[in-house]
């Protein structure tokens, strides 16, 4: 079974709209972290937000929220008033806390984001 | 920029040869870990080496080993190349049990004829 699902392949967005990247995960540890990256098309993984399975509240950084819903297993990622610059693909990855002492992520299938002008 | 490079940026070699992938890690942290990315897919955990020793592994075969330094930088190294080897390869380098925060390199392209 998959531990990470994104299921939009693609997405677009207005520049100036908000947009909602769907993300679930699957495990049976009580200790997990949630990630996402973004990935332009010069490779590099760029951290944009973090959200720890004990955390109340959900995290935001800046234009970016993370809608945690811990009863459905969702983590979704909503990007607010969208800049061109924001076309990219988009992970969301897991790390859990029963992988030993290694602190591996598990990423997702990612999502192609296109922010139209 | 996270302060993570690689290098080379992009590497072509031929089927059964042998290569090696070089990262250096953000000064300060003590954990590098290596993810092979397909075309197409999201990044799959190769392994992770803190404090010079291999830390845990993912699902890949013996011919994937690596080496991590005294100053922490580290080597990917793959034997007897195959066509599927093919991909993007990243490393991350964290601090263990700090922080769950991996800063990634901007990846290795490597492909295999």
């Known amino acids: 079974a998959q531990k990470i699902t994104q299921t939009q392949p693609g997405m677009f967005v207005q520049e100036k709209e908000a947009v909602t990247l769907d993300c679930t995960y699957d495990?049976?540890?009580?200790?997990?972290?949630l990630f996402w990256y973004k990935q332009p098309s010069s490779g590099e993984m760029i951290f944009l937000i973090y959200?720890?399975?004990?955390?109340?509240q959900n995290a935001t950084e800046g234009r970016y929220s993370l809608n945690f819903q811990k009863a459905r297993k969702s983590a979704n990622l909503v990007i607010s008033a969208s800049q061109l610059g924001d076309s990219a693909m988009y992970f969301c990855a897991m790390r859990e806390q029963a992988s030993g002492s290694a602190r591996q992520l598990t990423f997702g299938s990612g999502t192609q984001l296109t922010v139209l002008p | 920029e996270t302060g993570v490079t690689q290098s080379p940026t992009h590497l072509i070699k031929t089927r059964g040869q042998q290569v090696t992938l070089r990262c250096s890690s953000q000064?300060?942290?003590?954990?590098v870990s290596w993810y092979q990315q397909a075309l197409g897919q999201g990044p799959q955990f190769i392994f992770q080496y803190y404090r010079e020793e291999e830390n845990g592994r993912g699902n890949f075969p013996p011919r994937f080993s690596g080496l991590q330094f005294p100053n922490y930088s580290s080597e990917l190294n793959v034997n007897a190349l195959e066509l599927d080897d093919s991909a993007l390869y990243l490393c991350?380098?964290?601090?263990?049990?700090?922080?769950?925060?991996?800063?990634f390199g901007p990846g290795t392209r490597l492909t295999v004829t």
């Open positions: 495990t049976s540890d009580p200790s997990y972290g």
């Open positions: 959200q720890g399975s004990y955390d109340q």
């Open positions: 000064s300060g942290h003590n954990t």
């Open positions: 991350a380098s964290s601090v263990l049990r700090t922080s769950d925060e991996q800063y």
